[in-house]
T-cell receptor, first 115, second 112 residues
Framework: DTEVTQTPKHLVMGMTNKKSLKCEQH?????MYWYKQKAKKPPELMFV???????INESVPSRFSPECPNSSLLNLHLHALQPEDSALYLC??????????????FGPGTRLTVL | RKEVEQDPGPFNVPEGATVAFNCTYS??????FFWYRQDCRKEPKLLMS???SGNEDGRFTAQLNRASQYISLLIRDSKLSDSATYLC?????????????FGTGTRLKVLA
């Protein structure tokens, strides 16, 4: 089973709202990732957690706040977003955070619209 | 120079055709290589890992050339259902950690 789940599938929020995206995997993977994808562009890395610790933050604005409560769960807390933050937010996981045998699997994404 | 480069296409090919995509990468210490397929408004799905010895899965063949720093994907007997964007992904070390670096993707449209 190579399943990564994400909730919600769709989210519409105003610029003053606070919301959270959730991601879960039960494959025993120790690395989890958040990506942002705009239309007709490749996924853009935001954050990497390795063994529940934040290992990469790609200079993401503080209105995006990641959290890894345990090795199976990854959250992305959203606050005071801008309309240009509207995108598909993808979660991924892999066994480790790299190396010659590591492989990344993606969840179905949350399509976020900021009004 | 981009870390991972692909021709964005689109490649428009008739059903039954053979089509090949290439992808070049800049970091010679890259660890692992993948092709993902992404359908419109869906998540990327792993198509194949790419090994130095080359690997084949049905109509799909992937090759890695470390000396020239490129990977390729060959699709034989194209089907309408192969229409998608194909993403080249390279796992490489950066600043003491590993990242998966995506190419821009190559759009394929298979025509009836």
């Amino acid at each position: 089973d190579t399943e990564v789940t994400q909730t919600p599938k769709h989210l519409v929020m105003g610029m003053t709202n606070k919301k959270s995206l959730k991601c879960e995997q039960h494959m025993g993977h120790r690395a989890m990732y958040w990506y942002k994808q705009k239309a007709k562009k490749p996924p853009e890395l935001m954050f990497v957690y390795s063994y529940e610790k934040l290992s990469i933050n790609e200079s993401v604005p503080s209105r995006f706040s990641p959290e890894c409560p345990n090795s199976s769960l990854l959250n992305l807390h959203l606050h005071a977003l801008q309309p240009e933050d509207s995108a598909l937010y993808l979660c991924a996981s892999s066994f480790a955070a790299g190396g010659s045998t590591d492989t990344q699997y993606f969840g179905p994404g949350t399509r976020l619209t900021v009004l | 120079r981009k870390e991972v480069e692909q021709d964005p296409g689109p490649f428009n090919v008739p059903e039954g055709a053979t089509v090949a995509f290439n992808c070049t990468y800049s970091n010679s210490a890259s660890q692992s290589f993948f092709w993902y397929r992404q359908d419109c408004r869906k998540e990327p799905k792993l198509l194949m890992s790419v090994y130095s010895s080359g690997n084949e899965d049905g109509r799909f063949t992937a090759q890695l050339n470390r000396a020239s720093q490129y990977i390729s994907l060959l699709i034989r007997d194209s089907k309408l259902s192969d229409s998608a964007t194909y993403l080249c992904v390279v796992n490489m070390e950066a600043s003491g950690t590993y990242k998966y670096i995506f190419g821009t993707g190559t759009r394929l449209k298979v025509l009836a």
